[in-house]
């Protein structure tokens, strides 16, 4: 990954942090909602961009069109990061937004009424013909 830097010394740095939000102490116990900043989306002709072809650490909502990073869309891409390393290749990779998608469902399931209700709210989210199980490839 281009992202992470080892000095002489073994100290590992991250980088690539433009996306970063720094959010005030009284915000920070809030949480951010995803969907409320991609329903403006609704509708976009913005298929890809050239952050979601280069970026294997994408969240699920990001792909699907939220405009907003989260506490949580940055967990899952250090999780994303840590698989990179272990396995030795990008977890989930595509060469467009729907097959970036269709590798994440692969491995975590499809979206449900049950799991994820909001997820049809999403701009860019397509109902998938196939129904994945969560850790089935």
Same mark, same amino acid.
């Given at each position: 990954?281009?992202? #992470?830097? #080892?000095?002489?010394?073994? $100290? ?9 939000? $720094? ?7 809030? #949480?951010?909602?995803a969907l409320k900043s991609a329903r403006s989306r609704k509708g976009s002709t913005v298929e890809?961009?050239?952050? $979601? ?46 097959s970036k998608v269709l590798a994440v469902l692969k491995i975590v399931g499809s979206p449900t ?6 997820? $049809? ?17």
């Amino acid at each position: 990954p281009d992202h #992470i830097l #080892i000095d002489h010394s073994g $100290v590992v740095k991250l980088s690539g942090l433009s996306r970063a939000t $720094v959010l005030h102490p009284d915000e920070c116990g809030r #949480i951010l909602d995803a969907l409320k900043s991609a329903r403006s989306r609704k509708g976009s002709t913005v298929e890809n961009n050239d952050e $979601v072809l280069s970026n294997p650490y994408m969240a699920p909502e990001l792909l699907l069109g939220a405009t907003r990073y989260t506490k949580e869309s940055d967990v899952w891409s250090l999780g994303s990061l840590m698989a990179h390393l272990l396995l030795n290749k990008p977890l989930f990779s595509g060469k467009d937004r729907p097959s970036k998608v269709l590798a994440v469902l692969k491995i975590v399931g499809s979206p449900t009424p049950e799991n994820y209700p909001d997820a $049809v709210e999403f701009p860019f989210y397509v109902e998938q013909r196939k129904v994945y199980k969560r850790g089935v490839l």
